[in-house]
């Protein structure tokens, strides 16, 4: 049973224009949500996060976007540049355990 | 601070030998975990541990063992290795319920 889902194994954009990479999920105790970004043979590095009591949060060129209604999550990226050509993560979290469940991931490619 | 390190980078092992993986913080984490990154699978969470002398299972536990003595450690063991644990573990820590730092990984390959 998969509790974070990331549809989309791949996602081409133009360097400039808009990303938006999709997350959903299923299990309504989790109550904060991450992306993360991986190049390969690295480590996934955090990106952004947002908690359930707000639907967006803004980081520079990042933002988060969340429907808790539709148990629905996206991650905007703008303008998208080459460099963030990696494979980007879902994960969410509920309760003081820590523990995260993470989606399949998206891998992204900005073509310049 | 180097952040969250594990050794070895590389491991190839034949079936049913043993091995440790390391992994190690200085940050003062009290929680780390172990996961594993397969294709098309995404990461899945081995154990877990939330301080010193506390550890627990997470999704995928069977063949791995672990355990906590330090604040600092958290090696991961595996038994008796076997073809599908041919995988990249990356271990974590985190000071609190939102970020999660991960180390640069080990990829395993077992024959």
């Known amino acids: 049973d998969q509790q974070v889902k990331q549809n989309s194994p791949s996602l081409s954009v133009q360097e400039g224009r808009i990303s938006i990479l999709n997350c959903d999920y299923t299990n309504s105790m989790f109550d904060y949500f991450l992306w993360y970004k991986k190049y390969p043979a690295e480590g996934p590095t955090f990106l952004i996060s947002i908690s359930s009591i707000k639907d967006k949060n803004e980081d520079g060129r990042f933002t988060v976007f969340l429907n808790k209604s539709a148990k629905h999550l996206s991650l905007h990226i703008v303008p998208s540049q080459p460099g963030d050509s990696a494979v980007y993560f879902c994960?969410?979290?509920?309760?003081?355990?820590?523990?995260?469940?993470f989606g399949k991931g998206t891998l992204l490619t900005v073509n310049p | 601070n180097a952040g969250v390190t594990q050794t070895p980078k590389f491991q190839v092992l034949k079936t049913g030998q043993s091995m440790t993986l390391q992994c190690a913080q200085d940050m003062n984490h009290e929680y780390m975990s172990w996961y594993r990154q397969d294709p098309g699978m995404g990461l899945r969470l081995i154990h877990y541990s939330v301080g010193a002398g506390i550890t627990d299972q997470g999704e995928v536990p069977n063949g791995y063992n672990v355990s906590r003595s330090t604040t600092e450690d958290f090696p991961l063991r595996l038994l008796s290795a076997a073809p599908s644990q041919t995988s990249v573990y990356f271990c974590a820590s985190s000071a609190n319920a939102d970020t999660q730092y991960f180390g640069p990984g080990t990829r395993l390959t077992v024959l």
């Open positions: 994960a969410a979290g509920g309760g003081s355990n820590y523990k995260l469940t």
